[in-house]
């Protein structure tokens, strides 16, 4: 699917009519020259909403909706401008011609259209299932066990898949559809069976209301299995930035100007079915900035409805801060505790629980305090730890006139001054911006050194030689000199072999320097005042080459705390929130060995080399040479694979000896480095 040409969206604009499009939803009655009736974007009972055929508009003077007929199918529909036009395009009978787009794109698209069309046949198997007598007689006296009409079962699309091992995949095989495609839907494994069997079946839709992918909930007491099955991943099943009944609510949460957000599947079926349909479903996973940007596209205000147990209290503080963070307006509602939404609704009645919902909503700000002062109002260490947690969520809130709201509410509420919560408000902003400032100049490095690592791959290319580890230290060599026979032997893989393991080891070595030595003096000022600054300063390029993440991590760190001017020491490492970064930095400090005290008591000390508490200025220099000379042994390793790969192609005995010849320079830098260290090499 490419883009729609220019000429297709002309001839749109140019055949539908705003009369015929409103039409199909609204009854209009003729008025002069122009047409009314109730309008469907808010509730009215005197008919506001006029259409005018003459001038190609709809215009609400009640609400103040108005546009053509695309804006009125992307407001009504809740769609996109491109997913209007096709709509408006099918109505008409219109043959869509598209631009072209790029193989990529196209490749892209053909995947995502295959795995469409097979949910689609999947979810109408699903559904067939459920009429069949073993269908009825276990998922279908499921759903009507929890109350669901017919009607609610056929809207949402739930089906049920039965207990046999590959009964989809052989009906999908006899239509035509291959395994690989049921496999990367997430519908067969990888040993071809059926990924749902024995379980009531949820499809989940997108804004458009195709089948992204499905919940499975198990029938049965088998404790082997989880409860709910999900989909896999795909390239269109995203749990991240995927709502349960989105596409039924939608239009109802643009109507009630507000969504409620639950945790499970049921929920969603009873309220809707009950006449609360502006309700979705984050499906059993934690809240995400993508999904909260799906409701936003609706309403700034959301409202978590969830269980009032522990689990549901900390589901509804995991997800304020992010709620809050994308300038909504956010309120919590907590059914009683061993309650659901669905099983209180069934409990109390529509009427009683849409009452429960208006009194128990409560602003985000009431819900913690509520909640975390309990038991310890006359406590100050708590009331404080409240205060924090409060500023902290404030914080959040881009629109500044809302956190002064808040600020001021805040304040009255407990009894402190608004002076000072703007102050600590204020402080958590500014360090929040200069948090996503060293973020941004962190990836802005780490991009750079990932492509500076691509372009030292590419000049391995024919007639391109590899950088000097230092520089240039090759001097010259003469056009004949090629290295001995035996040079390009078996070579062991550099990425997972014993090279790899080394290279751990010299990783590991210099963040034990940085993190116990960090902010030691450097004895010579010209060159460093501390020994993070000369380590950071010697090694340059390669400290993009630490291959653990989680010590290229630390070394991300390092940087930006020399350039910020702050000091590199073992607290700031061993107090950093990450908790494994935490251990690392203890497990560095902890040297299981000591020189004994015993031996100064007897005038008894080391002759050969420093104390060990004072040897680190050593240790950095060596440190570097062997992180350096590990790297150069890794090249030399990489480029002898390709070496040995040549030798069997005798049409490319050029480029076999451009590489001897990069081979000799790699071995004069590594026996220099080798030299310095006073290491012998093995040949």
């Not at 100007?257 to 945790?263: G, L, S, W």
């Not at 929040?432 to 973020?439: L, Y």
Request: with cysteine; proline share 4%.
């Amino acid at each position: 699917m490419g883009y729609i040409s220019e000429k297709t969206v002309q001839e749109i604009f140019d055949t539908v009519k705003v009369e015929d499009v409103v039409g199909d939803f609204v009854h209009l009655k003729k008025r002069g020259a122009n047409l009314i009736g109730l309008c469907p974007f808010h509730g009215e009972k005197t008919p506001s909403f006029t259409v005018s055929p003459a001038k190609g508009i709809y215009k609400c003077f009640g609400c103040g909706a108005g546009g053509n007929a695309v804006n009125f199918v992307m407001e009504h529909e809740t769609i996109s401008y491109p997913e209007a036009l096709r709509f408006l395009a099918q109505r008409y009978n219109i043959e869509i011609e598209e631009e072209e787009s790029s193989e990529e794109y196209k490749e892209q698209q053909r995947q995502a259209d295959s795995l469409y069309i097979i949910n689609d046949f999947a979810q109408k198997h699903f559904a067939a299932q459920m009429q069949t007598d073993y269908g009825r007689s276990v998922g279908l006296s499921y759903f009507k066990e929890r109350g669901l009409l017919q009607k609610t079962i056929d809207r949402f699309g739930l089906g049920f898949a039965n207990g046999r091992n590959s009964d989809l995949l052989q009906t999908a095989k006899a239509k035509g559809y291959d395994l690989e495609l049921l496999q990367k839907a997430g519908l067969a494994t990888q040993y071809g069976n059926d990924f749902f069997r024995t379980r009531v079946m949820f499809p989940v839709h997108n804004l458009s209301g195709k089948v992204l992918g499905f919940g499975g909930r198990m029938l049965g007491n088998n404790k082997k299995q989880p409860k709910y099955l999900n989909t896999p991943e795909s390239d269109i099943y995203q749990k991240s930035k995927i709502l349960y009944g989105i596409y039924q609510a939608r239009q109802a949460i643009v109507k009630a100007k507000e969504c409620y957000m639950v945790e499970g599947y049921m929920d969603v079926l009873a309220l809707s079915q009950a006449g609360i349909e502006n309700v979705v479903a984050s499906s059993g996973t934690s809240l995400t900035p993508g999904q909260i940007q799906l409701v936003k596209r609706y309403t700034p205000n959301l409202t978590l409805l969830y269980d009032g147990d522990k689990a549901g209290i900390k589901a509804a503080l995991r997800g304020l801060d992010l709620i809050l963070e994308q300038d909504m307006n956010v309120k919590v509602v907590l059914v009683p505790e061993g309650e659901d939404p669905d099983s209180y609704l069934q409990k109390l009645g529509l009427k009683a629980f849409r009452e429960y919902l208006e009194q128990q909503a409560t602003d985000f700000i009431l819900f913690k305090m509520n909640l975390l002062l309990e038991d310890k109002a006359d406590d100050p260490l708590a009331r404080a730890e409240l205060l924090q947690d409060i500023v902290g969520s404030i914080a959040r809130i881009p629109d500044s006139l809302k956190r002064a709201t808040y600020v001021r509410s805040c304040a009255q509420r407990l009894e402190i001054s608004e002076q000072i919560l703007h102050i600590e408000v204020n402080k958590r902003i500014a360090k929040a911006q200069s948090d996503a400032e060293k973020d941004a100049r962190r990836e802005e490095r780490q991009q750079a050194r990932r492509q500076q690592r691509n372009q030292q791959k590419q000049q391995l290319a024919p007639g391109e030689l590899p950088p000097p580890m230092e520089e240039d230290q090759f001097g010259p060599h003469a056009e004949g000199e090629y290295a001995p026979d035996n040079m390009a032997g078996p070579a062991t893989d550099p990425q997972t072999g014993p090279a790899a393991v080394l290279g751990h080891f010299q990783e590991k070595d210099i963040l034990r320097l940085l993190i116990n030595f960090g902010d030691r003096a450097w004895p010579d000022a010209e060159e460093a005042d501390t020994l993070a600054e000369f380590i950071l300063l010697n090694m340059g390029e390669l400290l993009a080459e630490f291959d653990q993440p989680l010590y290229a991590e630390i070394i991300e760190l390092c940087i930006d705390r020399l350039e910020e001017g702050e000091p590199i020491n073992s607290q700031y490492f061993t107090q950093h929130p990450k908790a494994e970064l935490a251990q690392l930095a203890i497990n560095l400090l902890a040297d299981p060995y000591i020189y004994s005290p015993g031996w100064e008591r007897l005038n008894v000390y080391l002759n050969s080399q420093e104390m060990p508490e004072q040897n680190h200025v050593a240790d950095a220099k060596s440190g570097i040479l062997r992180f350096k000379l590990h790297k150069q042994e890794r090249l030399l390793a990489e480029n002898q694979q390709q070496i040995k790969l040549l030798q069997s192609q005798p049409d490319k005995m050029e480029e076999l000896i451009l590489h001897l010849k990069i081979h000799q320079k790699l071995k004069a830098q590594q026996t220099e480095l080798a030299a310095q260290l006073k290491t012998v090499i093995l040949r």
